[in-house]
């Protein structure tokens, strides 16, 4: 099922946020802390095993060098963070306790914004692999326990946002794939891949990388993978 990886994150989201409601003080620093570094470590490893998947390193280096130029050059980075402060800052101003909008505008920034839920759809809907998207899920299921004890019932209505967002770029790339040779699949799965790693680099507070600003690189395999 090709929209298999986006409903189980929706589902952990829901999960995550109904048991965040129940306990109502969520899971202690130190149990999310020792739990996410964790997640990290499989989040490094589903990243290091999908960059074997590459068949030419020329297009890989290639590609995230294109890639970065471009979105250091949009800084796609910061203009997503400004985005997100730009749209958490009027919620929170028209809402001066936390309500069901702050939840949902807050869940919906954290969980759509970030490496894992493009990297994941695409692969999702180019080679049915949703490891990424499995991964992805049991972080944001824990990252709504803790955020729904606090924000409240919002938290859980992101899901349905996030089926939206994540389903509808794996339904894009589900149509791209048969216009793509199996290299180019590999290429591209190989790019997200080192993403996915400096991701988990980051969740490990090793790096602090600006992940979305290497982004474009994931298309670029498309361009060079006709050429070389």
Known sequence: MVLLGSMVNSAAIILGGSIGLALK?????RIASAVMNALALC??????????KGENILITILSMVFGTLVGEWIDLDK???????EIESRVSSENKEHSVSNGFVTASLLFCVGAMAIVGALQ??????????????????????????????????????????????????????PLLTDSVINEMTCVGSLLIV?????MLKLTNLKIMNYAPAVFFPILFGYFM
């Not at 003080?25 to 620093?29: A, E, F, R, T």
């Not at 400096?198 to 980051?202: D, E, I, T």
């Open 198 to 202: 400096g991701l988990a680099l980051n």
């Open 124 to 177: 999702s809907g180019l080679t049915g692999n949703h490891d990424t998207l499995f991964a992805k899920s049991l972080i944001d299921g824990i990252a709504a326990i803790v955020m729904a004890s606090s924000l409240g019932i919002g938290v859980l209505l992101s899901a349905g946002l996030i089926l939206v967002y994540e389903g509808g770029i794996t339904l894009f790339a589900n149509v791209l794939a």
């Open 25 to 29: 003080k969520g899971l202690s620093d």
């Open 43 to 52: 989040v490094l490893y589903i990243g290091v095993s999908g960059m074997l």
């Open 79 to 85: 203009k997503i963070n400004q985005l997100g402060d």
